[in-house]
């Protein structure tokens, strides 16, 4: 028998372990890999999470859904691993909103763990729920508005001419005159969707004149122009007010353990910035909660 040396025996090993890799990479798609590309696979877990994502109809082929799924996923990666090609990926606007992404899908399971953990509302706290907030139950109302809109503006010179203006006309001479670009059309304003406290609010201003609401990166101004009442009845109604309770007390949950961690940091802005102060657009106190419940008329 022909003996081999020990640096030809590593070679040979090292031959042998090549070829593994290389059949193992143009393996066929077995059990929990449903897919390949580029030896990268696409699993079971990965094609269910993707079907989740989806609004299926009712009665639709399972089995045709669930390729059209996965050529989704397959066609979102090949498209991905060519604008890596591209650089992309080192692309620092990417790298930011990978960051983003990656932080609000972390603040989402958190809250999905917290909920988790979450006791059913008793029968009491349900009634008091839907008689705090009849805006969303007996007292719902559809309102017809006329409504501007705009992005909202760096400067804030606009804000003292929209307090005092009284009609529509006021407000667009307003902006007019601070150069501010808006959109105007009618919307309906659902009751059911708006806090109780701002409804109260918006249902004091005087007929006829306009209602600031901030929205963010946008400024909404209305004026109701019509209502019909849409109380939510029947079977819809316990549902959506317990769902209600649960996002309302997971909410607190979540500002409690904000308010918690945030002790345990230090957190330092740098000269001309500063955390907004409590109740602005955009500041903290409004953490969305997941499932959120939304009324059907």
């Not at 979102?76 to 992404?101: H, M, S």
């Not at 017809?144 to 009284?166: E, M």
Request: proline share 7%.
């Amino acid at each position: 028998m022909t003996k081999f040396s020990s640096r030809r025996r590593g070679w040979l090993l090292l031959a042998v372990g090549a070829a593994s890799l290389v059949a193992g990479c143009h393996s066929k798609p077995t059990g929990q890999v449903v897919a390949t590309i580029d030896g990268d696979e696409i699993t079971l877990t990965e094609l269910n999470a993707e079907l989740a994502s989806m609004q299926i109809p009712a009665g639709a082929d399972k089995k045709l859904v669930q390729n059209a799924a996965l050529e989704r996923i397959v066609e979102r990666k090949v498209l991905a691993k060519a604008a890596r090609t591209d650089g992309l990926d080192q692309n620092p606007e990417f790298i930011v909103r990978r960051q983003q992404l990656e932080d609000a899908l972390l603040v989402q399971m958190l809250a999905k763990k917290v909920a988790g953990s979450m006791k059913a509302p008793a029968a009491g706290q349900v009634d008091k729920y839907m008689t705090d907030n009849s805006n969303m139950f007996a007292a719902r109302t559809i309102y017809t508005v006329d409504q501007l809109q705009f992005d909202t503006p760096k400067r804030q010179d606009y804000v003292k001419g929209l307090a005092a203006a009284k009609t529509m006309d006021d407000v667009t001479k307003v902006l007019d005159s601070n150069g501010i670009k808006y959109q105007r059309g009618n919307a309906q304003m659902d009751s059911a969707m708006v806090p109780a406290p701002m409804m109260a609010q918006i249902l004091k201003v005087p007929s006829g004149e306009p209602f600031v609401v901030p929205m963010g990166a946008k400024v909404a101004v209305s004026v109701i122009t019509g209502n019909k009442p849409a109380p939510m009845t029947g079977d819809q109604v316990r549902p959506f007010a317990t769902n209600a309770v649960r996002n309302a007390e997971l909410g607190k949950m979540l500002q409690q353990r904000l308010a918690a961690e945030k002790a345990k940091v230090k957190i330092q802005y740098q000269p001309g910035f500063s955390a907004p102060p409590a109740g602005t657009p955009g500041a903290p106190g409004a953490l969305p909660a997941p499932g959120g419940a939304t009324p059907s008329n």
